[in-house]
């Protein structure tokens, strides 16, 4: 139903090789995963399959992709909870971190901020990047709430993480772009921006209790494409079916 409503999208051309994956995740977890034959729960959350692998290998593909082209990855799996050697929270390999990591090995893009604005905190990308000072990452959330981490006082010199509370819409969550994030991000003068959009933070999705809507999505994707000379963006959550194609559509309106 998404790609349906979406004109002039295209597949990856392949899967994303074990040395890029491996750029963010260790050696034992990526063979872990490819050689998942029967349904086997990764983590309380997270189940795999016998095409686990070659799902996950081929939404990192279209993220590195997305990233070159500055582009939309329209992917599942979604990857921004997936820590270096585990699953969590429904993400497999993190497809935003390995896209980050691509720009900076091959295409020479070595300053990278990750916008984040996913009902969840991206502890996964967070954890990845923590100790690297050539990568930017800031989490737009809901707090307290899963997984837990993303709090007031989680924060380092490249890691800002803006927790809203229960029930935040566009003004509060625009308020926090324009009063801190761009900002900070400016400050650190990223030569391309990389957006975790998440669309769970949307009024009618189930997951959470957030009231964005589709102008605030639009908005919030037009205000992240400022940010650097170039922009791409990776699609992490967003459960609410009937809504998710209208809000990627505005969200790609505001990235133009």
């Not at 969590?88 to 990278?112: K, P, S, Y």
Request: hydrophobic residues 45%.
């Amino acid at each position: 139903m998404l790609l349906d409503s979406i004109d002039g999208w295209k597949e990856a051309p392949d899967l994303a090789s074990p040395a890029q994956i491996g750029r963010c995740h260790t050696r034992d977890y990526i063979e872990q995963v490819k050689v998942v034959e029967e349904p086997t729960w990764l983590d309380g959350d997270t189940i795999a399959s016998g095409t686990t692998y070659e799902a996950a290998a081929r939404a990192a593909s279209v993220a590195i992709s997305a990233a070159e082209q500055e582009g939309f990855a329209l992917v599942r799996p979604p990857g921004h909870h997936a820590l270096a050697d585990r699953a969590m929270g429904f993400c497999i390999f993190n497809n935003v971190a390995i896209a980050a990591r691509h720009l900076q090995a091959e295409c020479d893009i070595t300053r990278v901020a990750i916008v984040d604005w996913d009902v969840h905190h991206g502890n996964g990308t967070e954890a990845i990047f923590w100790d690297d000072p050539s990568v930017f990452f800031v989490s737009m959330h809901q707090w307290p709430f899963y997984p837990g981490t993303g709090g007031p006082d989680d924060q380092n010199e490249t890691t800002l993480n803006v927790p809203l509370g229960a029930g935040s819409g566009d003004d509060e969550y625009l308020h926090a772009f324009e009063r801190v994030v761009e900002p900070a991000v400016a400050a650190f003068a990223p030569h391309q921006v990389l957006v975790s959009a998440g669309f769970d933070a949307h009024t009618e999705d189930p997951l959470a209790s957030m009231n964005v809507t589709e102008d605030g999505f639009r908005e919030l994707a037009r205000r992240s494409a400022a940010l650097a000379p170039r922009c791409a963006a990776v699609l992490e959550g967003g459960y609410n079916l009937s809504t998710l194609p209208r809000l990627v559509a505005a969200a790609l309106e505001g990235f133009a």
